[in-house]
């Protein structure tokens, strides 16, 4: 018998005896919210939100201050979690895109490792989901209240509001696995995606606070390109029915049935459609809290300027409820955790599909390389170890998947192009120049924005327009860290632009982008 042959066996019986008795390979809890910004998590030092169950995670793990994604949006960045792969590479570049989920992904291996696989929330890529034991997910974005999902191939509805709904699903699936295998769960909130509504009981929350407004609201973009002044995100523009949630019956406003973006779009309906799905008792505890809202904005006037300001108010009380329903319902899975003496052996990963404006520059939603967007939080709870640090490596969301599978054991497949994080976890300094993004949902998408990509390195980023124009955009972070002041071709930075240049070029390469 040769020394190869033994050496198998004897990693399939250990493999074995760590199944049989139980928790030895840590659990996954990876939770993806969908257009949570880091502004708005109390652990990355909010100031309009405390969130004390999502704090409680960066208080036991890793808080990473630089992680960004490939491609703020929601589907892609989906794709590439799973994947660890580029846009470009695992075929799905924007929302019109079809998963393909014969491919390779993360849940898959680790099921074929013996891990008890479960997808459950937010999915939005499509196709069905492959590689899960189990998978409940909800339809397209999604919707706030009696949301329709698929679970495991059959539709339902299911009365209540989102987020507690995926938490309770969530805990009945971990309750009812197969207990003597590790389980891998994707926990995936819709909240706090666009319309941001809340669930009833928080309706009151911040009624009559004035919370602060960016001090770049009111941004002009002198200087940035003609991708920076002609995108359709601003909060001044936001629908008086979907977004602002007035009653439809008390105003008529032709700007309602607009665009969103290049879409042509009825906002009206579109509201109309989410409230309808309330109940009954739900629709009257809404309208105690909005319609009184509605019949004051109709009697009072309001310049411009006030208008902005009265709908920054509106939009970030609505984004921000939903976030405390996140958080109170990510203290319930934690307590579960807890409870089933489950929390020390589980490892605990914590983002958003990308980041989000939440009125800087005088926008809302994503899709620009700008630091609001790029950069999506990032918390990680070790198994088995106590760890409150920060890191400030140039992290990705690319790394997702590479990491859980070294935390399980499993070698990364060499086509994966994210890098595992656990080293850099034990003391490492992360290899790797800079962050290559590629925005492509233009001019099809929503909201106009053109087409770019770029890299970012720890102190210059370099973004380049190139639709129906070629414009470039170079941005000092460590003195100008809003990117108010595009320096590109300023004959103080000629050496660190050139440099720039070259590191795209190096890593289109790399990560074989044309
Ligand atoms: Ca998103």
């Not at 018998?1 to 493999?15: A, E, G, P």
């Not at 630089?66 to 660890?84: D, F």
């Not at 989102?162 to 805990?171: E, G, K, M, N, Q």
């Not at 969301?397 to 034990?426: C, R, W």
Request: aromatic letters at 14%.
């Amino acid at each position: 018998m040769n020394k190869q042959y033994i050496t198998t066996i004897l990693s399939i019986l250990f493999f074995d005896i760590v199944i049989c008795f139980g928790q030895q390979k840590p659990n996954i809890l990876f939770i993806m919210t969908d257009d949570h910004s880091r502004h708005a998590i109390s652990a990355y030092g909010s100031k309009l939100v405390q969130t004390p169950n999502i704090d409680l995670l960066a208080e036991n793990g890793i808080l990473f201050n630089n992680c960004a994604v490939t491609n703020a949006i929601c589907g892609p960045s989906r794709a590439v979690a799973l994947t660890g792969k580029y846009s470009h590479i695992n075929g799905y570049k924007d929302n019109r895109s079809n998963f393909d989920g014969n491919q390779q992904t993360f849940p898959k291996l680790l099921q074929a490792a013996g891990y008890h696989t479960m997808m459950i929330g937010k999915w939005h890529l499509h196709s069905e989901p492959q590689g899960f034991d189990y998978w409940n997910i909800l339809i397209g974005q999604g919707s706030y209240y009696t949301p329709s999902m698929i679970e495991n191939g059959d539709t339902l509805e299911i009365e209540g509001y989102v987020t507690d709904i995926v938490t309770d699903l969530s805990i009945a699936q971990l309750s009812a696995r197969d207990q003597k295998k590790p389980f891998c769960l994707m926990y995936q909130q819709k909240a706090p995606h666009r319309n941001w509504m809340p669930n009833i009981k928080h309706l009151e929350l911040f009624k009559n606070d004035t919370l602060p407004i960016p001090d770049n609201f009111f941004d002009d973009y002198d200087t940035r390109s003609s991708a920076a002044k002609g995108q359709d995100l601003e909060v001044k523009n936001m629908y008086m029915s979907f977004d602002m949630k007035l009653d439809p019956k008390t105003f008529q406003d032709s700007t309602e049935n607009g665009t969103g973006g290049s879409k042509t779009w009825d906002a009206i309906n579109s509201w109309k459609n989410a409230y309808k799905r309330m109940s009954e008792t739900q629709k009257a505890e809404w309208d105690k809290y909005y319609k009184p809202l509605s019949e004051e904005f109709y009697n009072s006037s309001y310049s411009e300027k006030e208008l902005a300001e009265w709908k920054y108010q509106r939009y970030i009380k609505d984004y921000l409820r939903c976030i405390v329903s996140v958080d109170e319902n990510l203290g319930r899975m934690i307590d579960y955790l807890k409870e089933t003496g489950e929390w020390e052996n589980t490892l605990i990963i914590y983002t958003s599909d990308q980041g989000f404006f939440l009125g800087e520059h005088g926008w809302y939603d994503k899709r620009f390389m700008y630091e609001e967007s790029l950069i999506t939080p990032l918390i990680i709870k070790l198994p088995n170890k106590d760890s409150a640090s920060i890191n400030n490596d140039l992290v990705m969301n690319l790394d997702f998947a590479p990491t859980i599978l070294d935390y399980a054991g499993i070698p990364a497949p060499k086509d994966m192009q994210g890098k595992s994080l656990k080293p850099v976890i034990e003391g490492e300094k992360l290899k790797r120049k800079g962050q290559y993004y590629h925005y492509y949902e233009f001019p099809h998408g929503w909201h106009s924005v053109k087409k770019h990509y770029g890299v970012r390195t720890d102190n210059f980023k370099l973004i380049h327009y190139y639709h129906d124009s070629s414009e470039w955009e170079l941005f000092d972070l460590k003195n100008d860290p809003q990117e108010m002041n595009n320096i590109y071709n300023n004959t103080k930075y000629t050496s660190t632009q050139k440099e720039l240049h070259e590191l795209l070029i190096e890593l289109r390469l790399l990560y074989k982008e044309e």
